[in-house]
């Protein structure tokens, strides 16, 4: 289940909060570093959300491709059966007959043929389903180490503890390197 993104009122309540520490100079870096915190949170949720269609595209045409492989599967099975029922059919015209089966033959083969490429094909594009999945669970992950890091630093506005400001810059750090670590993931 996907979470939500930062609401208006989220980001109301973080202007209060750099409002608040314009007010004390003292608090002007943690105002600074919640800033910077929301830029990154809502950069990071735009790639994670982006990189979730990315996803669900990628895992369509997978299947589309599944599909595509199952009819020529059944066709390929159906051609199989005909040409095993043929030696139960008479008819007065053998070189008909031979046609056919010349026919019906070289389309199973060329079924056969096809097969294993459409699979391969399948197959590759759940692989960058995959990634691409993987890469987005970073993303999300980042982001809920940023939001968490902007809730730390507020509580050094309401706190004047600068415990809580390294805290949440620390978080901030942690959600950044888990959101960049999307890159090394193949």
């Known amino acids: 289940m996907r979470k939500k993104s930062m609401s208006a009122e989220e980001f109301h309540e973080l202007h209060e909060h750099v ?10 870096p943690v105002s600074l570093t919640m800033a910077i915190l929301a ?14 269609t990315e996803e669900v595209v ?25 040409l095993g029922l043929a030696g139960f059919v ?20 060329k079924y056969d043929k096809q097969k294993d490429d459409i699979q391969a094909e399948a197959r590759k594009l759940e692989s960058e389903a995959t990634i691409a999945r993987r890469r987005a669970d970073r993303f999300d992950l980042g982001e809920v180490f940023l939001e968490i890091a902007l809730v730390i630093t507020s509580i050094t ?14 978080s901030g750090l942690l959600g950044v390197l888990v959101a960049a670590s999307h890159m090394f993931i193949q």
């Open 19 to 28: 409002e608040h520490g314009a007010h004390n100079p003292e608090m002007a």
């Open 39 to 52: 830029v990154l949170v809502a950069v990071v949720s735009l790639l994670g959300h982006r990189t979730h």
């Open 58 to 82: 990628m895992q369509t045409k997978a299947n589309d491709q599944w599909a595509y492989f199952q009819g020529k599967d059944t066709r390929l099975h159906t051609d199989q059966k005909l």
């Open 90 to 109: 008479s008819t007065s015209d053998p070189t008909k007959v031979a046609a056919w089966l010349a026919s019906t033959k070289a389309e199973a083969d």
């Open 157 to 170: 506005l309401l706190s004047g503890r600068k415990i809580f400001w390294w805290l949440g810059m620390l």
